[in-house]
């Protein structure tokens, strides 16, 4: 009987680390957040990029600009170092971002200003990187 409460306690224990191990297999360069996959178009769809500019008119530019640094980062070419997922993320969910994923917290070490969410959608933010697409192209 001891034996096999035994078993089942180090059964439990081999689950609960399997469990954890893969839920922190994500993997970084797609960062932290909703977004897991995005499926891009060889083009541009300019109706959506249109859409992104306005809204990062609105939103972003306060400490964003294309081709110097701001408050935050300049965004030239950030569609090339940056897979679309881990900018999604970052525009979704910068705070977990900069608190947990390397590439992140290593803008956030050199800035040392937090990005704040900018109470964005999903759709908001999809359309927001194909403005950067088409600004990267
Ligand atoms: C309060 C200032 C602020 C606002 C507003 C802001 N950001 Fe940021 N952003 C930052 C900072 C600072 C960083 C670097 C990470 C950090 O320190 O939080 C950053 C990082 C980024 C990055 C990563 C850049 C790279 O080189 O990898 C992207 C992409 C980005 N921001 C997009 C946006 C978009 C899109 C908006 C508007 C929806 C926005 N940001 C609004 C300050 C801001």
Known sequence: MKTSIHI?????????????????????????????????????????????????????????????KLVGPALSGVTKRRKPEWIMNMILNPVEMTQKNPEAQALYNQLLVQMTFQDVTQDDARSILEYFRSMDK
């Open 8 to 68: 089942s306690a180090i059964a439990l224990l081999m689950f609960t680390a399997a469990a954890f191990v893969s839920g922190c297999g994500d993997d970084p360069s797609k960062g932290i957040g909703p977004v897991k996959e995005v499926k891009l178009d060889a083009t541009v769809n300019e109706e959506m990029s249109n859409k992104g500019k306005a809204i990062f008119e609105q939103k972003c530019v306060s400490c964003h600009k294309w081709n110097e």
